[in-house]
């Protein structure tokens, strides 16, 4: 079955940085474009970036756009979100997703704080 693990997130000063990993396992992680997500407490989920299957096409979302990079290896079947001058409005617990059909990892916190 599919299967997405978040790791990598944790306690961060900010302006620190922090890189999350998605391991996926249960399908053909090459085919399929990536996304991370976010959800902060009392707020709906909200989409971060986006990669293609090849990693050739990023997108991301106004609020951390110079400031994060998604990245894939396929041939690790991973995919990572490198994030970097970290703000306290960054805190949330961050999602790996597959575009299609819409799995959702379990999340990992990170927590923007002084």
């Known amino acids: 079955q599919v299967q997405l693990v978040e790791s990598g997130g944790g306690l961060v000063q900010p302006g620190g940085s922090l890189r999350l990993s998605c391991a996926a396992s249960?399908?053909?992680?090459?085919?399929?474009?990536m996304r991370w997500y976010r959800q902060a407490p009392g707020k709906e989920r909200e989409y971060v970036a986006h990669?293609?299957?090849?990693?050739?096409?990023?997108a991301y979302a106004d609020s951390v756009k110079g400031r994060f990079t998604i990245s894939r290896d396929n041939a690790k079947n991973t995919v990572y979100l490198q994030m970097t001058s970290l703000k306290p409005e960054d805190t949330a617990v961050y999602y790996c997703?597959?575009?299609?059909?819409?799995?959702w990892g379990q999340g990992t916190q990170v927590t923007v704080s002084s």
């Open positions: 249960g399908f053909t992680f090459s085919v399929n474009a």
């Open positions: 997703n597959r575009v299609i059909g819409g799995y």
């Open positions: 990669i293609s299957s090849g990693g050739d096409t990023t």
